[in-house]
């Protein structure tokens, strides 16, 4: 069978505050929209800006972080992968559809007088930390470097 790739990165900001449940295995789900924006020109040569909405699912400790600092407005880049769902509606017995992008992996890259409350903060990878190897000078770093309280993102 041929190699595939299902693989999506957004740039944008978040539609409306998350919203976080929980499974009755007790996995934490969020969900939220992101809205990414295009420009284009219409039939008379003016610039239009098209805004796409996007559904994203997080799980575990990311979903956790979208808890913790994430909101409406919030900046983020994600990575992930398409999924379709399908199921059928309770109230109408039709079959609905949904296109989601299941995040592997997040970004927060707002600063915190937007709201988000972690600039630069990054889940990859299964965990979720900023890197926190010492430089090579070990714990002599932070008296040397000048690191503060202040500098920590969130």
Do not use: C
């Amino acid at each position: 069978m041929a190699k595939s790739v299902n693989k999506v990165f957004l740039l944008g900001n978040v539609g409306k505050d998350p919203e976080i449940r929980t499974t009755p295995g007790g996995m934490m789900v969020g969900s939220l929209t992101l809205a990414t924006s295009d420009r284009q020109k219409d039939a008379q040569g003016n610039w239009q800006d098209k805004t796409e909405w996007h559904n994203l699912v997080t799980f575990g400790r990311t979903a956790e972080i979208v808890r913790d600092y994430v909101k409406k407005g919030s900046k983020l880049f994600i990575e992930g992968k398409i999924q379709n769902r399908s199921w059928d509606d309770k109230e109408t017995g039709q079959k609905k559809y949904r296109t989601e992008i299941i995040v592997n992996d997040l970004s927060l890259l707002s600063g915190r007088e937007e709201g988000s409350g972690g600039g630069g903060y990054s889940k990859s990878g299964g965990s979720a930390s900023m890197d926190q190897r010492p430089a090579a000078g070990g714990e002599d770093f932070a008296q040397t470097g000048g690191i503060s309280d202040d500098d920590i993102p969130f």
